[in-house]
């Protein structure tokens, strides 16, 4: 069975990262959008729980890419 730590580090899972209140509020304003117009990430998504994260939180997603070397996205937890 494989741990969080290894699901967390497997070539085929992008890196997540919790931001915090003043990131996501820095973002709101940088998009001039309110945090329910994220588009969302479940709570049992098996990354979500390895990341012990909770309802309402903000997600950084940062997937590499051929074409345009990364691609960063932003999911809110929601259940």
Known sequence: METAED???H???PKHEILSEE???SLLKEFGIKKEQFP???LND???VALDT???QVL???RKSITAGESVYYRRVAR
Do not use: A, D, F
Request: proline residues 5%; negative net charge; aromatic residues 0%.
């Open 7 to 9: 699901l967390l580090n």
């Open 54 to 56: 909770e309802e309402g």
């Open 11 to 13: 070539v085929l899972v």
């Open 40 to 42: 969302l990430i479940k």
């Open 46 to 48: 098996p990354v979500v």
């Open 60 to 62: 950084r997603i940062t």
């Open 23 to 25: 990131e996501v509020e």
